[in-house]
């Protein structure tokens, strides 16, 4: 079972800045569709950011011009940097792999890492 385990969460004020980490138990990074999700407080979980097998990334529209997802295949880790927060980034943050073989499609979630952005 591949596991997922994301860092780098915490708390600071708005403007600031933090790198999440999301480091796989197995190479998959490189091979897998890799995303970034977030949960804020009575709400559902929300895209973020995805970066592709190929390196090509995607992001939502709150995260455009702000955030910036990357990987590093040879640390099986995925980061995204998050610079100038907002308060209403405040939530919990999820890493997401998605792989298949064609036949088989296979998903993973990290735990979850906090981020509050206070005022």
């Known amino acids: 079972q591949v596991q997922l385990v994301e860092s780098g969460g915490g708390q600071v004020q708005a403007g600031g800045s933090l790198r999440l980490s999301c480091t796989a138990s197995e190479s998959i990074i490189s091979s897998s569709v890799m995303e970034w999700y977030r949960q804020a407080p009575g709400k559902q979980r929300e895209f973020v950011a995805h970066?592709?097998?190929?390196?090509?990334?995607h992001y939502e529209d709150p995260a455009k011009g702000r955030f910036t997802i990357s990987r590093d295949d040879a640390k099986n880790t995925l980061y995204l940097q998050m610079n100038s927060l907002k308060p209403e980034d405040t939530a919990v943050y999820y890493c997401h792999s998605i792989k298949s073989d064609g036949l088989t499609l296979y998903e993973y979630w990290g735990q979850g890492t906090q981020v509050t952005v206070s005022s």
């Open positions: 970066v592709s097998r190929t390196g090509r990334p």
